[in-house]
């Protein structure tokens, strides 16, 4: 079956860096695009960046813009988020999501669009 897990997360100082990563398995890693999420307490989840299936098109919602990176490398099914310039407020627990098919309009911000998901890593950012 499907397995995402994610790592790398933990606390860190303001302004410090994080990288993520989220080890895929049981998919065609190569063949969907894919996305990280982030969900703080008493909020609802939220999109925080998505990567085409070949790694050539990103997108970053706007809270995150300048900060952090998203890649992947299909040859290890493993995708990252390089988190720098760290704020409180991203404090949150992130998530890695897939679709289970590349063959429907790319909605890249829509949890919806997202079948799998990982179980989260929790990031804490402290002021």
């Known amino acids: 079956q499907v397995q995402l897990v994610e790592s790398g997360g933990g606390l860190v100082q303001a302004g410090g860096s994080l990288i993520l990563s989220c080890a895929a398995s049981?998919?065609?890693?190569?063949?969907?695009?894919m996305g990280w999420f982030r969900q703080a307490p008493g909020k609802e989840r939220e999109f925080v960046a998505a990567i085409s299936w070949s790694g050539g098109t990103t997108y970053y919602g706007d809270s995150v813009k300048g900060r952090f990176t998203i890649s992947r490398d299909n040859a290890k099914n493993v995708m990252y988020l390089q988190m720098n310039s760290l704020k409180p407020e991203d404090t949150a627990v992130y998530y890695c999501a897939a679709p289970s098919t590349r063959l429907r309009a790319w909605v890249y911000g829509a949890r919806g669009y997202y079948d799998y998901w990982g179980q989260g890593t929790q990031v804490t950012v402290s002021s």
């Open positions: 049981g998919l065609t890693f190569s063949g969907v695009n």
